[in-house]
C-alpha cells in the first residue's frame, strides 16, 4: 500500500492592532538611529573594521537590516484591494457618460505600505472617472477617428527605483491645451500672453479652481479637483505627472514610497550642510573635468556624459546654501535619474557615504521647502535634509536647454 503525502499545513495568522505594528516600527527606527551612532562612535575611536568590536558591529548592522525588512513587510499589502474596486466603478461610470468603455489592470499584486494603499482609492476613483468623462470619445467619433468604439482605460502598478508607480492611462483624445489655457485665462490663473510649454499647460490642469468641466454631473460635479488629488499623493511624499498625445490619450503618473518609514541614501556635503540623496535614484558619481563643463546661453551649466548633454545642478546654489557660482570647478557630481526617466548631475562638494536612514516628517512650515523632501537623524546626532531629486531638477529647469542650445554649448 502507498502511504499518501501529508497535506500541506494551512497558514497560521493571528490578527494584530495596528498600532501595535506601528509602535514596533517606530522602535525599529530608533534601533537604526542608535545603530548608526555605535557605528559613528567606533569609526571616531579609530577602531578599524577587522576588529572584534568592528566585525560585531557589521553583525549588528546586518541584524537591524533583517529585523527592518521584517517589520515592515508586516505592514506591506498588495494594491489589489483598490483594484478590484474599480471595475464596477468603470462601469458605472461608462454607463452614466454613454461611453463603452474596458477596464485594463496590471501589477495588482504589487505590494507597498498599507497606509499609501488606504489612501490610494480616492485619487485613483478619482482620475479614472477623469480619464472616462473628460479623456475617452463617444462611440460615435471614436470611429470617425479610426479608432475602437470601445475605448480602453489603463490601471497599473509597478515597482520603479525604490518606489511604487501607478500608471492610469486611456486611449481618447488626449489634453486640448488650447482649451485648458483658455480657461485658466478666464479664471486668472495665467495671464493671457504667457507663453507655456506643452507640459506646463497639462499641468495647469492641478491648479486650484480648474476645471474643464461645462456642467455639473454625478462625474464631473463632485467637488474634488485635480488640485485635491496632487494635495493627496504629496501628502504620502509622492508626486503626479501627466504626459498626453492629441489625439492617442493621456497618462497620469503616480510615484509614491514603498514605505514611510526608512530609506536608503548617500550622505553628502553641500555648502556646508549635511543632506541625504536618495539611493535609488542615484545611477553613478564621478569628478567632473572642468572641460566638460559648458554654459548655455553662458548661464545655464550642463556636463557633457557619455556623448550627451544633462543639467548640471549645483544643490548648495539651488537650495541657498551658496551663491558663489564658480564652486562649479570642484566637488564631486551624482548623476542621478528622475521618475520621469530624465537624467541630470547633481554636483556636491563632498560625498561621505551610504547610509539607511529613518524618515522624520517635517514640521507644517518646512513641509513645501522647494528640493525638500523630509529629514533624519544621523549617528553623529545631526539633522540632515533628505533630497526631492525631482524637485530639485524642476527647481533648476526652469529654462529647459532645447537641442540647438545644446549643440551651442558643445
Known amino acids: 500500500m502507498q502511504a499518501t503525502a501529508p497535506a500541506a499545513a494551512a497558514p497560521v495568522t493571528i490578527r494584530v492592532d495596528l498600532e501595535r505594528v506601528d509602535r514596533l516600527i517606530n522602535a525599529v527606527g530608533e534601533l537604526v538611529i542608535q545603530q548608526a551612532m555605535l557605528a559613528q562612535r567606533v569609526t571616531e575611536s579609530g577602531l578599524t573594521r577587522s576588529s572584534d568590536i568592528g566585525l560585531g558591529l557589521e553583525d549588528l ?16 499589502q498588495p494594491v489589489k484591494s483598490v483594484f478590484q474596486r474599480m471595475p464596477r466603478l468603470v462601469r458605472e461610470a461608462a454607463e452614466a457618460t454613454g461611453k463603452k468603455v474596458k477596464l485594463v489592470t496590471s501589477g495588482e499584486d504589487t505590494e507597498v505600505d498599507k497606509t499609501v494603499i488606504e489612501r490610494l482609492s480616492d485619487p485613483i476613483t478619482h482620475m479614472l472617472r477623469n480619464a472616462i468623462d473628460h479623456g475617452l470619445e463617444g462611440p460615435e467619433e471614436r470611429l470617425a477617428a479610426g479608432k475602437p468604439a470601445e475605448g480602453t482605460v489603463r490601471l497599473a502598478a509597478l515597482h520603479r ?9 486611456d486611449d481618447g483624445k488626449g489634453i486640448n491645451r488650447p482649451r485648458v489655457k483658455g480657461i485658466a485665462v478666464e479664471r486668472g490663473l495665467i495671464a493671457e500672453d504667457a507663453i507655456l510649454s506643452d507640459d ?42 501627466i504626459s498626453s498625445v492629441p489625439g492617442r490619450g493621456s497618462t497620469f503618473t503616480l510615484s509614491l514610497p514603498l514605505t514611510l518609514a526608512v530609506l536608503d541614501g548617500m550622505v553628502v556635503g553641500a555648502g556646508e550642510q549635511t543632506l541625504v540623496a536618495p539611493l535609488a535614484a542615484i545611477v553613478e558619481s564621478l569628478t567632473p573635468n572642468e572641460a566638460d563643463i559648458h554654459y548655455v546661453g553662458g548661464v545655464d551649466p550642463v556636463l557633457r556624459f557619455r556623448e550627451a548633454f544633462v543639467p548640471l545642478v549645483d544643490v548648495a546654489q539651488v537650495m541657498g546654501f551658496r551663491d558663489d557660482p564658480t564652486a ?26 551610504q547610509r539607511q536612514v529613518v524618515i522624520k516628517s517635517l514640521e507644517s512650515n518646512y513641509r513645501h521647502v522647494e528640493g525638500v523632501a523630509a529629514a533624519t537623524i544621523l549617528g553623529d546626532g545631526r539633522v540632515a535634509l533628505i533630497l526631492d531629486i ?11 536647454p532645447s537641442r540647438s542650445d545644446l549643440q551651442m554649448a558643445s
Open 200 to 241: 506646463e499647460i497639462d499641468n495647469l490642469i492641478f491648479l486650484p479652481g480648474f476645471s474643464t468641466a461645462t456642467e455639473v454631473s454625478d462625474l464631473s460635479g463632485r467637488g474634488v479637483g485635480m488640485d485635491v488629488v496632487r494635495r493627496s499623493i504629496q501628502s504620502l511624499g509622492g508626486r503626479i505627472s
Open 390 to 400: 525631482d524637485a530639485l531638477v524642476t527647481a533648476k529647469r526652469s529654462r529647459t
Open 328 to 353: 562649479l570647478k570642484g566637488g564631486v557630481v551624482m548623476i542621478v535619474e528622475t521618475e520621469s526617466g530624465q537624467r541630470a548631475a547633481l554636483l556636491v562638494d563632498a560625498i561621505h557615504g
Open 61 to 76: 548592522e546586518l541584524l537591524t537590516r533583517e529585523i527592518q525588512d521584517s517589520v515592515m513587510a508586516i505592514r506591506a
Open 161 to 169: 527605483s525604490g518606489r511604487i508607480v501607478i500608471e492610469i492611462s
